[in-house]
């Protein structure tokens, strides 16, 4: 199953990026989404790239467009979820998860197949 870090505590108005690794297959195959849970309410998809046979396309969700940063170092099999400009709506767990379907990466959790245990991370002065 995928493996996150990177996630802390971090002010408003700060970045921080969350890593993703996946050794169970060649990443390049795998779409890669990004989902979020604030406290006291139901995941989300935040975002999402697509792998090799989408054209490592990326998609997000209106709230994070132009602050977050999808992206892939298939050769180190990892994804990355760089994020920017904090607020503290942004609060909440954090995973990552794969698809081994073909084409676009889908907005939808039960597309994907393996997921990782979860980051926190917490904004907040």
């Known amino acids: 199953q995928p493996v996150e870090s990177g996630g802390g505590l971090v002010q408003p108005g700060e970045s921080l990026t969350l890593s993703c690794s996946f050794s169970?297959?060649?990443?390049?195959?795998?779409?890669i989404g990004w989902f979020r849970r604030a406290p006291g309410k139901e995941r989300e998809a935040i975002g999402c790239?697509?792998?090799?046979?989408?054209?490592?396309?990326?998609h997000y969700i209106d709230s994070v467009k132009g602050r977050f940063i999808v992206s892939r170092a298939n050769e180190k099999n990892t994804g990355y979820l760089q994020m920017n400009s904090l607020q503290s709506d942004d609060t909440g767990v954090y995973y990552c998860?794969?698809?081994?379907?073909?084409?676009?990466?889908?907005?939808?959790?039960?597309?994907?197949?393996?997921w990782g245990q979860g980051t926190q991370v917490t904004v907040s002065s």
């Open positions: 790239i697509a792998g090799s046979s989408g054209d490592e396309n990326t």
């Open positions: 169970r297959y060649p990443l390049r195959h795998y779409a």
């Open positions: 998860a794969m698809d081994p379907g073909p084409g676009d990466c889908p907005m939808v959790a039960n597309d994907y197949h393996y």
